[in-house]
């Protein structure tokens, strides 16, 4: 038995790890389209080598959810950062177009892995040691720090691409290596600093994992019928499909569209890192300001908004002409981006129970890869036969018709206060 984990030191815990996942994150996330494209890939191609990872996420992610629950979360969470740095390394060395394929099946494998566990882990340590503790909060503050870490990852890539100080590689390379080493990091500070009494590599593990994997069609069979059994979670899961659309305008089309603006990929590989600092700094005051208006209008009613705004920005960025226009909409698209996510994530833990936690968080994230890698497909060759802002307005019109799913949270949440009222008076 290990020694328990206060609820503070659980915050801290989350706060690190969240830093030390995602700043590697930031180092990449403005060139990885720009490198598959550097290196000869058509937009409709990227399109699939991108849409590969979520079909991935889409087999594993309710079965590796359940895995999660059944070992333990930090046994997962050592393997997908392992498998983290072995799909950069294969990406940053990728130069056709099946090698970039196995990058992102590997990468669609540590998603899947990657996908709650840390979040779970942290609400029930918290939660065993003070049930009062201000968990809506403390995951809002863990999404500011996601922010901060891509925001100060993303100024490190376009600084070392501006540079360029080693000219046996392209500009738009740097950034990979570098990510490569800080994932490594992270794999060693997730074995350092989690502690959790399932959290065991013997013979008893093994069984665990091996029952575990037996246990998957179990697994999807539970998570299909805790969404049919609440159409709250249902309604919140859906909101990934739109969601999702509109992350494939800005994660995926703003850098090709921002090259085609600004002339030429490492150009564009070089304004990305400051404009993805400063996307991801407005991220995390998105998410912490979400974390304040939630108090004043109610979790579910922020997340309407969130999900309608950042929809309509991205709307906007499609219909600019010009690069000044462009950013500007990405900025702003963002910071909605950084609120939406933990008002979601809050809304998602009401629904969840600690046997369930790390499966209804699979089954989100499931959702949201399977929605992102579809409307990749769609959107690729709508784009290369159209154009790069046809796509992208296409993709911000139809996210914002999934606001109207957070109704059926803001009517439970009304509901639960109405019930509190009478009570306190």
Same mark, same amino acid.
């Given at each position: 038995?290990?020694?328990?984990?206060?609820?503070?030191?659980?915050?801290?815990?989350?706060?690190?790890?969240?830093?030390?996942?995602?700043?590697?994150?930031?180092?990449?996330?403005?060139?990885?389209?720009?490198?598959?494209?550097?290196?000869?890939?058509?937009?409709?191609?990227?399109?699939?080598?991108?849409?590969?990872?979520?079909?991935?996420?889409?087999?594993?992610?309710?079965?590796?959810?359940?895995?999660?629950?059944?070992?333990?979360?930090?046994?997962?969470?050592?393997?997908?950062?392992?498998?983290?740095?072995?799909?950069?390394?294969?990406?940053?060395?990728?130069?056709?177009?099946?090698?970039?394929?196995?990058?992102?099946?590997?990468?669609?494998?540590?998603?899947?892995?990657?996908?709650? %566990?840390?979040?779970?882990?942290?609400?029930?340590?918290?939660?065993?040691?003070? %049930?009062?503790?201000?968990?809506?909060?403390?995951?809002?503050?863990?999404?500011?720090?996601?922010?901060?870490?891509?925001?100060?990852?993303?100024?490190?890539?376009?600084? +070392?691409?501006?540079?360029?100080?080693?000219?046996?590689?392209?500009?738009?390379? +740097?950034?990979?290596?570098?990510?490569?080493?800080?994932?490594?990091?992270?794999?060693?500070?997730?074995?350092?600093?989690? $502690?959790?009494?399932?959290?065991?590599?013997?013979?008893?593990?093994?069984? $665990?994992?091996?029952?575990?994997?037996?246990?998957?069609?179990?697994?999807?069979?539970?998570?299909?019928?805790?969404?049919?059994?609440?159409?709250?979670?249902?309604?919140?899961?859906?909101?990934?499909?739109?969601?999702?659309?509109?992350?494939?305008?800005?994660?995926?089309?703003?850098?090709?569209?921002?090259?085609?603006?600004?002339?030429?990929?490492?150009?564009?590989?070089?304004?990305?890192? %400051?404009?993805?600092?400063?996307?991801?700094? +407005?991220?995390?005051?998105?998410?912490?300001?979400?974390?304040?208006?939630?108090?004043?209008?109610?979790?579910?009613?922020?997340?309407?908004?969130?999900?309608?705004?950042?929809?309509?920005?991205?709307?906007?960025?499609?219909?600019?002409?010009?690069?000044?226009?462009?950013?500007?909409?990405?900025?702003?698209?963002?910071?909605?981006?950084?609120?939406?996510?933990?008002?979601?994530?809050?809304?998602?833990?009401?629904?969840?129970?600690?046997?369930?936690?790390?499966?209804?968080?699979?089954?989100?994230?499931?959702?949201?890869?399977?929605?992102?890698?579809?409307?990749?497909?769609?959107?690729?060759?709508?784009?290369?036969?159209?154009?790069?802002?046809?796509?992208?307005?296409?993709?911000?019109?139809?996210?914002?018709?999934?606001?109207? +799913?957070?109704?059926?949270?803001?009517?439970?949440?009304?509901?639960?206060?109405?019930?509190?009222? %009478?009570?306190?008076?």
């Amino acid at each position: 038995m290990t020694e328990r984990t206060t609820a503070a030191a659980a915050r801290r815990i989350l706060l690190v790890l969240t830093f030390t996942r995602w700043f590697p994150v930031g180092l990449t996330v403005g060139v990885s389209t720009l490198l598959a494209v550097e290196r000869g890939m058509s937009l409709a191609e990227v399109g699939v080598i991108f849409a590969v990872q979520g079909f991935v996420v889409l087999g594993l992610e309710l079965p590796t959810g359940g895995f999660a629950d059944a070992l333990g979360r930090r046994p997962v969470l050592i393997a997908a950062a392992a498998l983290a740095l072995v799909a950069g390394l294969v990406y940053v060395t990728a130069h056709t177009f099946t090698a970039f394929v196995v990058a992102l099946v590997i990468m669609g494998v540590f998603r899947a892995l990657d996908s709650g %566990p840390l979040e779970a882990w942290y609400v029930d340590t918290a939660q065993a040691d003070d %049930p009062q503790v201000n968990v809506e909060l403390n995951l809002a503050s863990a999404g500011t720090v996601l922010g901060v870490s891509i925001a100060i990852g993303a100024l490190v890539s376009g600084a +070392l691409i501006a540079w360029h100080p080693v000219h046996t590689m392209t500009a738009l390379e +740097l950034p990979y290596w570098t990510a490569l080493g800080l994932y490594a990091v992270n794999m060693v500070m997730i074995a350092v600093l989690m $502690r959790e009494d399932r959290s065991h590599l013997n013979s008893t593990g093994l069984g $665990r994992a091996l029952t575990s994997a037996r246990e998957a069609p179990r697994v999807v069979l539970d998570g299909l019928r805790t969404l049919a059994a609440s159409t709250v979670l249902r309604s919140l899961v859906l909101v990934e499909v739109f969601w999702s659309v509109a992350m494939i305008a800005f994660e995926i089309f703003m850098p090709v569209r921002l090259s085609e603006l600004a002339g030429g990929e490492a150009h564009a590989g070089a304004l990305m890192g %400051p404009i993805s600092a400063v996307a991801w700094g +407005l991220f995390a005051l998105g998410s912490a300001g979400a974390g304040l208006l939630s108090k004043r209008i109610g979790v579910g009613w922020t997340a309407l908004l969130a999900r309608l705004l950042n929809g309509a920005f991205v709307v906007g960025m499609g219909l600019a002409t010009g690069p000044v226009g462009l950013v500007v909409a990405f900025l702003l698209t963002y910071t909605l981006h950084g609120s939406g996510g933990p008002v979601h994530g809050a809304l998602l833990h009401r629904q969840a129970a600690a046997r369930n936690r790390t499966t209804v968080l699979s089954m989100n994230s499931m959702v949201g890869g399977a929605s992102f890698s579809i409307g990749l497909l769609a959107l690729g060759p709508l784009a290369e036969h159209t154009s790069t802002a046809v796509g992208i307005v296409v993709a911000g019109a139809f996210s914002i018709v999934g606001a109207a +799913l957070y109704l059926p949270a803001i009517r439970q949440e009304r509901a639960c206060a109405g019930e509190v009222e %009478p009570a306190a008076s």
